[in-house]
């Protein structure tokens, strides 16, 4: 399901990632043998009092021409705008209520959205010696004085989100559909791809990025297997923007992720990987969902008999974090290959939900060990004593050990790489889990 949306917005220097940091701690999980996949992060999710939401650092709102100042500061605080169910407006308590501030303010009062404004750096709450209430001149009501770097305050902050955020409700669909979100950058060809797909013109099709509003749902029956195919947005104003758009967009895309069994991640066959591409996919990693990597536009490349092969290295080193995605090389446009896909997804979906006998399991992890005993650390070995599955979608395995602590994480990529190379499978990701069991 996907999470609601919390944006943190303000001009720079007031404590948006200070705030952002104080509210994903303990919760930020850098996974060391995959390099980059969390590195320069602009979202996170969060929980406070089992309530969970993606929380958005937006970025500090920077201008380089000065006479576009207010042009700037609308367009940039309308893209967090859209994509947020809940918006911090952070100000600086210390420097009292800027010309920015109310620039954005006004923004805000006319989006109808909830806006929590939060007057940063108060490390006291005497209003005598930190005017806060100041703020209200701002018009969005009672400002909540907070100090996100001694984290004074934060709590009750927290509460009024949760408070203000929307119910998550459950999508209606026949038990047995797979869903699949199209993502990628803008203009990669994602609604030119969900038409060829279903055959007809149910997605307006655009060479303009942002002509797709919204992540839009579309159920599809072939061979008595039902689809969700859900397109999403690349970016919304069909002008050329900064960096910024190209930030916000993701959003959209983290949201149909959420949502999905199999993602199709749409790169650009002309421009190829790039870093947000990464970001995306390392995403749709961490939330175990199965994973195609379709490259479209292919008609436009100039190919010999080794274009292919030297695109699926390039691929493989751009995205190693996703060695076990299988790769399509499609034309969107012209339909070349598109008639492939749903057999992919029906493939990488079986693997997504592939159950594994206790029995089997257990003599697949001897086989593991005896082909490669676990490395001892200061004279003590890993010793796994007993496995079950704990779970699909992803397949996730619970390896009862003597002690957690002995397992390098290359002896994991190692079980996860036996693992694939007994059963397969391609296209999704695969979880150990480690419980502490003395040996009896």
């Given at each position: 399901?996907?999470?609601?949306?919390?944006?943190?917005?303000?001009?720079?220097?007031?404590?948006?990632?200070?705030?952002?940091?104080?509210?994903?701690?303990?919760?930020?999980?850098?996974?060391?043998?995959?390099?980059?996949?969390?590195?320069?992060?602009?979202?996170?999710?969060?929980?406070?009092?089992?309530?969970?939401?993606?929380?958005?650092?937006?970025?500090?709102?920077?201008?380089?021409?000065?006479?576009?100042?207010?042009?700037?500061?609308?367009?940039?605080?309308?893209?967090?705008?859209?994509?947020?169910d809940v918006i911090l407006f952070v100000v600086d308590g210390r420097a009292g209520v800027h010309p920015t501030d109310k620039e954005v303010a006004s923004v805000l009062r006319r989006s109808k959205k909830p806006v929590i404004l939060v007057v940063n750096k108060v490390e006291t709450f005497d209003a005598s010696k930190i005017p806060f209430y100041d703020f209200y001149?701002?018009?969005?009501?009672?400002?909540?004085?907070?100090?996100?770097?001694?984290?004074?305050?934060?709590?009750?902050?927290?509460?009024?989100?949760?408070?203000?955020?929307?119910?998550?409700?459950?999508?209606?669909?026949?038990?047995?559909?797979?869903?699949?979100?199209v993502i990628g950058r803008p203009n990669v060809g994602k609604s030119t791809l969900v038409n060829a797909i279903l055959g007809e013109e149910r997605v307006i099709v655009s060479d303009i990025p942002g002509t797709t509003r919204d992540a839009i749902d579309t159920h599809i029956e072939r061979d008595?297997?039902?689809?969700?195919?859900?397109?999403?947005?690349?970016?919304?104003?069909?002008?050329?923007i900064e960096l910024a758009a190209e930030r916000y967009s993701v959003i959209r895309s983290l949201r149909a992720v959420d949502r999905s069994d199999v993602v199709l991640m749409v790169i650009d066959a002309t421009e190829g990987v790039t870093e947000q591409d990464k970001r995306i996919a390392g995403y749709a990693e961490e939330k175990g969902k199965a994973i195609i990597i379709v490259i479209n536009k292919w008609d436009l490349i100039e190919k010999d008999d080794k274009t292919m092969l030297r695109y699926n290295e390039d691929i493989r080193e751009e995205l190693g974090f996703i060695q076990y995605a299988p790769t399509i090389y499609i034309s969107a446009l012209t339909k070349k290959r598109v008639n492939k896909i749903l057999e992919l997804v029906d493939f990488v979906a079986e693997k997504h939900n592939f159950r594994l006998a206790t029995s089997s399991l257990n003599k697949l992890v001897r086989e593991a060990v005896q082909q490669n005993p676990p490395p001892s650390d200061k004279g003590k070995r890993l010793k796994i004593l007993y496995a079950i599955q704990g779970g699909v979608a992803p397949p996730t395995f619970i390896l009862f050990v003597n002690d957690p602590g002995l397992m390098h994480f290359s002896y994991k990529r190692y079980l996860e790489n036996f693992f694939r190379s007994a059963y397969g499978f391609e296209g999704t990701p695969i979880r150990f889990i480690l419980r502490k069991r003395e040996k009896e």
């Open positions: 399901m996907p999470k609601p949306i919390v944006a943190i917005v303000g001009r720079p220097n007031v404590g948006k990632s200070t705030l952002f940091n104080r509210i994903v701690q303990g919760r930020v999980a850098i996974v060391e043998d995959e390099p980059g996949i969390t590195r320069d992060r602009l979202y996170f999710d969060a929980e406070w009092n089992n309530v969970e939401f993606t929380l958005i650092d937006t970025g500090g709102l920077e201008f380089k021409d000065i006479d576009q100042f207010t042009a700037q500061i609308r367009h940039q605080a309308e893209l967090a705008i859209d994509e947020a001149e701002l018009g969005l009501g009672e400002p909540i004085p907070v100090s996100a770097a001694e984290g004074l305050n934060t709590g009750d902050l927290l509460d009024k989100v949760v408070e203000l955020l929307p119910k998550v409700e459950e999508d209606e669909y026949h038990p047995d559909t797979v869903k699949i979100a008595g297997k039902h689809y969700i195919l859900i397109d999403t947005a690349g970016m919304r104003r069909r002008k050329k």
